[in-house]
């Protein structure tokens, strides 16, 4: 067995692609390779900022002798049948085919195709010109004089040579020969474009690892993460700081060196003034750099660790004098904006936030900003909140929109509200609930605790899934441009985890007074409540059967049915009683659509002659009655638990009783009890709608 090393050097790939890109490399190639008939052993893919790696071990060193035999026509079948079996077989007449007798068909024709193998060396030379000429980049360029030819090679950033080896660990490798729009494959590559940029040349994976490593890269992307993580909280540590740790930032800066070197730098601490995370932000969004905060205080300091990709002679200090002077200016334009800012109240605001158009045909920021303030009115006593406040948290929820530092910084729309707020002495919880309506932006993030931020949070949410609903702007498939899944499922957060008891039917009606497309947005609730309680462990088909009932627009209940439910299915009355109720639901189904006639209604007691369906009858009958009580108290484990007393009578009833008795009016009475169970269940849940 051999293994096959295949690097593709070029100019510094955008950190943002590499990930995707050694994935679809290995993708490419191995898939080409098993459909060739070469089945591999193990395969690993690599990237740094000028380069994509792919190592495949175990390969064969040709591929198997193949032979199928493809089953025609049957003989005298017409022409055309024939030509498209010789077509497809690759024969030329139908004498190179064999007849083949089956007993029961007769005589048809069989082509036996055989395939030699090939030489994988092949294999892998067309497989690679191929992969680099269909390489699927987000972006690609051409370049030199050949660009301006049609068809000439497209690649992220120009190609410059193509090493491939291929043998077994006791041999030397060899080559194999490709060339792409005349870059032509060996087995050399470079190191480090400033500390090592000779060439060298290497055999296998485990020696181009090594020679690289001593030309200054690293080849694993996670290794590089690992240093730097763990040598930038070092100088923290060093200096008495904590590292802000940001796992966007660290995966972005491995991929833009390839050779980590940590370095401090600092700022003047007048700058601190500012707020944290606007300072992040700069420095992070400008300088790619990572902050420190200091323990005692939590606030920031004055510090921060940048990722250089030279070991510099002078320890970096240019480096650093170089960074500095950036985010100085960085600084000086943000305490610009926050001084600027602060002089104008946050009020004084509002008015402009007429000439930002929300959506074409939803109106401006202004007109939603007064929809936020009459719905978080109505919802604010739903949730204890304040109804003054929760109407001035909405009334300024958008006014930072305008300011310069979020115009400069978007991330940080809200938090900069929350922050103008307070230092313009309004009520704390209106200031928090200015930050806290956008939440949650995503599964992991915080939703708002405080009973105004709830209400602003559920009203921004709320106004913006019925305003689309009612212009027709639905998600479609994988589309989803307005965020109207994430809204949903914060609404659904929200409430959970506040054990909040909302009708969402009427805070639809409330947020757009008429609205008509209720039903339809209640489903799409239902499709986030299964996608977030699916995550916890709850089965998607329980939450159809509780959704199914009319009026089910709780969701506090709907988890709490979906749990008594799950609990009482998950016991044996529970799961006997659901075939028993599917089993009568089947029936009444089948006689229902043979009559044409519904068979809803109370069964007379005078048709009812056996024990077990007189059994049967007085059980329904005092299940539901404890049901529909324990339901009304919102007791829904007490619920499961009367209908559960329905199993035994059920299961004698289909055991003694035949359903489809020879006497019209008996035969009615029972279909008519089968309802009666099918009725009694509905008081919890449609068991229709429960797989199993």
Do not use: C
């Given at each position: 067995m051999s293994d096959l090393l295949l690097e593709l050097f070029c100019e510094e790939i955008p950190a943002r692609m590499q990930r995707r890109a050694a994935e679809d490399l290995k993708s490419l190639v191995t898939n080409a390779l098993v459909?060739?008939?070469?089945?591999?052993?193990?395969?690993?893919?690599?990237?740094?900022?000028?380069?994509?790696?792919?190592?495949?071990?175990?390969?064969?060193?040709?591929s198997p002798d193949t032979r199928e035999e493809r089953k025609g026509p049957r003989v005298g079948a017409p022409e055309k049948a024939l030509e498209g079996f010789l077509r497809g077989a690759g024969l030329s007449s139908v004498d190179e085919a064999k007849i083949v007798n089956d007993p029961k068909k007769g005589d048809f024709y069989v082509a036996v195709i055989e395939k030699p193998g090939r030489e994988a060396s092949e294999v892998i030379a067309e497989t690679v010109a191929e992969t680099v000429h269909k390489f699927p980049w987000p972006k690609s360029m051409r370049w030199g004089a050949a660009s301006a030819e049609p068809g000439s090679l497209r690649w992220v950033r120009p190609l410059h040579s193509i090493l491939c080896?291929?043998?077994?660990?006791?041999?030397?490798?060899?080559?194999?020969?490709?060339?792409?729009?005349?870059?032509?494959?060996?087995?050399?590559?470079?190191?480090?474009?400033f500390l090592a940029p000779e060439?060298?040349?290497?055999?296998?994976?485990?020696?181009?690892?090594?020679?690289?490593?001593?030309?200054?890269?690293?080849?694993?992307?996670?290794?590089?993460?690992?240093?730097?993580?763990?040598?930038?909280?070092?100088?923290?540590?060093?200096?008495?700081?904590?590292?802000?740790?940001?796992?966007?930032?660290?995966?972005?800066?491995?991929?833009?060196?390839?050779?980590?070197?940590?370095l401090v730098g600092s700022f003047d601490e007048a700058f601190l003034e500012v707020p944290d995370e606007v300072i992040r932000a700069t420095i992070r969004a400008n300088q790619k750099c990572f902050v420190l905060r200091d323990p005692a205080t939590g606030r920031l300091a004055n510090r921060f660790v940048l990722i250089s990709n030279l070991e510099a002679t002078d320890g970096g200090a240019k480096i650093i004098a170089g960074n500095e002077k950036v985010i100085r200016a960085r600084l000086s334009d943000a305490k610009f904006f926050w001084d600027t800012d602060l002089k104008t109240r946050l009020e004084n605001n509002v008015d402009k936030?007429?000439?930002?158009?929300?959506?074409?045909?939803?109106?401006?920021?202004?007109?939603?900003?007064?929809?936020?303030?009459?719905?978080?009115?109505?919802?604010?006593?739903?949730?204890?909140?304040?109804?003054?406040?929760?109407?001035?948290?909405?009334?300024?929820?958008?006014?930072?929109?305008?300011?310069?530092?979020?115009?400069?910084?978007?991330?940080?729309?809200?938090?900069?509200?929350?922050?103008y707020a307070a230092r313009q002495g309004e009520d704390a919880a209106v200031a928090n609930a200015i930050e806290q309506h956008y939440?949650?932006?995503?599964?992991?993030?915080?939703?708002?605790?405080?009973?105004?931020?709830?209400?602003?949070?559920?009203?921004?949410?709320?106004?913006?899934?019925?305003?689309?609903?009612?212009?027709?702007?639905?998600?479609?498939?994988s589309k989803d441009p307005y965020a109207l899944r994430r809204a949903a499922l914060g609404v659904i957060r929200i409430v959970l985890a506040n054990k909040l008891r909302l009708p969402l039917l009427k805070l639809f009606d409330a947020a757009r007074p008429g609205f008509g497309e209720a039903n339809d947005l209640l489903s799409f609730f239902a499709d986030r409540l299964k996608v977030h309680l699916r995550e916890e462990g709850a089965r998607h088909d329980l939450i159809d059967a509780v959704f199914a009932l009319d009026g089910q627009d709780d969701l506090q209940m709907i988890v709490k049915?979906?749990?008594?439910?799950?609990?009482?299915?998950?016991?044996?009355?529970?799961?006997?009683?659901?075939?028993?109720?599917?089993?009568?639901?089947?029936?009444?189904r089948i006689e229902e659509k043979k009559s044409g006639q519904s068979f809803a209604g109370r069964p007379q007691a005078t048709h009812l002659v056996e024990e077990e369906e007189i059994a049967l009858a007085a059980a329904v009958d005092a299940a539901r009655s404890e049901a529909e009580a324990a339901v009304r108290h919102e007791d829904f484990a007490a619920a499961m638990t009367a209908l559960a007393k329905l199993r035994a009578p059920v299961d004698r009833f289909f055991e003694e009783i035949l359903v489809n008795a020879e006497d019209p009016a008996i035969r009615e009475n029972r279909l008519k009890l089968l309802s009666e169970i099918r009725e009694a269940t509905l008081t919890v849940a449609d068991f229709t709608r429960i797989e199993g």
């Open positions: 459909d060739a008939g070469l089945v591999y052993e193990g395969t690993k893919a690599f990237a740094t900022p000028r380069r994509l790696t792919l190592h495949v071990a175990g390969l064969p060193t040709r080896t291929f043998g077994p660990e006791t041999e030397e490798p060899d080559v194999i020969t490709v060339e792409v729009e005349g870059v032509a494959s060996g087995n050399t590559t470079a190191g480090h474009r060439p060298f040349s290497v055999r296998r994976f485990d020696d181009y690892v090594t020679k690289l490593e001593k030309a200054k890269v690293v080849l694993d992307a996670d290794r590089r993460k690992d240093m730097i993580a763990h040598d930038a909280r070092d100088r923290a540590l060093a200096l008495g700081l904590e590292l802000v740790e940001d796992e966007g930032l660290l995966e972005e800066v491995a991929g833009l060196v390839e050779w980590p070197v940590i936030l007429s000439s930002i158009v929300f959506h074409e045909k939803l109106g401006s920021q202004a007109e939603r900003v007064a929809r936020l303030e009459a719905l978080s009115k109505v919802i604010a006593p739903m949730v204890g909140a304040d109804e003054a406040k929760a109407e001035r948290a909405a009334h300024l929820a958008k006014a930072d929109l305008v300011s310069h530092m979020v115009f400069e910084f978007p991330e940080v729309q809200g938090l900069m509200g929350r922050y939440k949650p932006q995503g599964p992991s993030d915080d939703v708002p605790a405080e009973p105004v931020a709830i209400a602003v949070a559920l009203a921004d949410k709320l106004d913006l899934l019925t305003g689309f609903w009612a212009i027709d702007e639905k998600p479609t498939g049915r979906v749990e008594a439910l799950g609990s009482f299915l998950a016991t044996e009355d529970g799961a006997s009683l659901l075939a028993g109720t599917k089993r009568a639901t089947n029936i009444l």
